[in-house]
């Protein structure tokens, strides 16, 4: 399975499936509105990953029954001390956090 980010909309679903079904050895193709990919066949990896990119957006592979990476927008940061703050609230939630960057607003 893949996580696609950037997947907003049903044309957003489209245009990620167009290009990754074009893909030599996929037979099928999902994406939902999450960004969860799946994918039927015997494409390489690198192939799947290379068709996202030219979509302008990203992909991750995700092991099965792993959660979808999830991104969140925090707006209203306006210094470094904000960012501190939704980290340490972050720090206390159950589960794995992986990676967390959080610039404040330019």
Do not use: Y
């Not at 939902?32 to 990896?45: E, M, N, W």
């Amino acid at each position: 399975s893949l996580h696609v980010a950037g997947v907003v909309c049903s044309g957003c679903v489209d245009v990620v499936e167009r290009a990754i079904s074009a893909v030599d050895g996929v037979s099928n193709c999902t994406v939902d509105l999450s960004g969860r990919t799946s994918v039927d066949g015997d494409a390489a990896t690198a192939n799947l990953i290379a068709a996202v990119r030219s979509t302008g957006r990203t992909a991750t592979v995700v092991a099965e029954g792993d959660p979808a990476p999830l991104v969140l927008r925090v707006g209203g940061m306006t210094c470094g001390h904000c960012s501190a703050q939704v980290e340490q609230a972050l720090a206390v939630v159950d589960g794995k956090i992986q990676h967390c960057v959080l610039p404040h607003d330019a």
